[in-house]
């Protein structure tokens, strides 16, 4: 039996910011799988459902420090930099949350306690992956 790839969890209250009032909390599930080591899935809490989210481990870290992300995902400092802004654009709408730099920049520091940067391809089953998509519909 091989062995399991560690799995990093953390939970983090995000506000979604709205227009003229106090930025609303939404609880986010934080989870980064070293079986697919350049991701960070984050499911935030949306009223009874969950909103998964995947998205680059280098675009959160990038954001932490400088606005990264030009597609779906942008994440970059807030105007107050103990926080970090994650804007969400999908066809349906669009999100800007906001979270403690501090809380994310832990969960980063765990992951790459797991998955050093440079480490990931050890980490990366190319093979599986590339099975999983041959047999998608």
């Known amino acids: 039996m091989g062995i399991e790839p560690p799995i990093?969890?953390?939970t983090i209250i995000f506000g979604l910011r709205t227009f003229g009032?106090?930025?609303?909390p939404v609880r986010a599930d934080l989870e980064y799988d070293a079986?697919?080591?350049?991701?960070v899935?984050?499911?935030y809490h949306a009223g009874?459902?969950?909103?998964r989210w995947l998205f680059g481990r280098d675009l959160l870290a990038d954001g932490l420090l400088?606005?990264?992300?030009?597609?779906d995902v942008q994440v970059?400092?807030?105007?107050?930099e103990s926080r970090v802004v994650v804007e969400l654009n999908a066809p349906d709408g669009s999100a800007v949350l906001e979270a403690e730099a501090s809380?994310?920049?832990?969960f980063l520091d765990r992951t790459y306690d797991e998955v050093p940067v440079g480490d990931e391809p050890s980490w990366f089953d190319f093979d599986r992956e590339l099975t999983k998509l041959a047999y998608r519909d």
């Open 103 to 106: 809380e994310l920049a832990d």
């Open 41 to 43: 899935s984050v499911g």
């Open 76 to 80: 970059r400092p807030a105007a107050d």
């Open 8 to 10: 990093v969890r953390a």
């Open 21 to 24: 009032a106090v930025p609303l």
């Open 35 to 39: 079986s697919d080591p350049y991701a």
């Open 48 to 51: 009874a459902g969950v909103v």
């Open 66 to 71: 400088a606005p990264a992300g030009d597609g």
